[in-house]
Nanobody, 125 residues
Framework: QVRVVESGGGSVQAGGSLRLSCAASGYTYSRYCMGWFRQVLGKEREGVAAIDPDGIAVYGDSMKGRFTISQDTANMTMYLQMNSLKPEDTAIYYC???????????????????WGQGTQVTVSS
């Protein structure tokens, strides 16, 4: 059974940092694109970042230069290092596993078939 489980959320002041982790299990890691998404209640889901099995990363526009996605294939874990956090980064962050190897069209989340339960990130001003 495929599972992805997020951890590492919390509260931080503006300008601070957090690192999220996503532990995956139940499938052959490093064969599929994985991604981070976020959502604020009442708003559309937003693509944060994604990484393919070759380690090629893509980012949402507002995250570039502040967030870094990475993965440890040996431990089947993906990370999101978030620096210079802003109050507008406050959201529930979700880890997701795509149905394909590549991350083309990743930002909508439509090609991701397995989702974690989410972890709350709160950034105060």
């Amino acid at each position: 059974q495929v599972r992805v489980v997020e951890s590492g959320g919390g509260s931080v002041q503006a300008g601070g940092s957090l690192r999220l982790s996503c532990a995956a299990s139940g499938y052959t890691y490093s064969r599929y694109c994985m991604g981070w998404f976020r959502q604020v209640l009442g708003k559309e889901r937003e693509g944060v970042a994604a990484i393919d099995p070759d380690g090629i990363a893509v980012y949402g526009d507002s995250m570039k230069g502040r967030f870094t996605i990475s993965q440890d294939t040996a431990n089947m874990t993906m990370y999101l290092q978030m620096n210079s956090l802003k109050p507008e980064d406050t959201a529930i962050y979700y880890c997701a596993l795509a149905r394909a190897r590549g991350c083309i069209g990743w930002s909508t989340g439509d090609h991701f078939g397995f989702w974690g339960q989410g972890t709350q990130v709160t950034v105060s001003s």
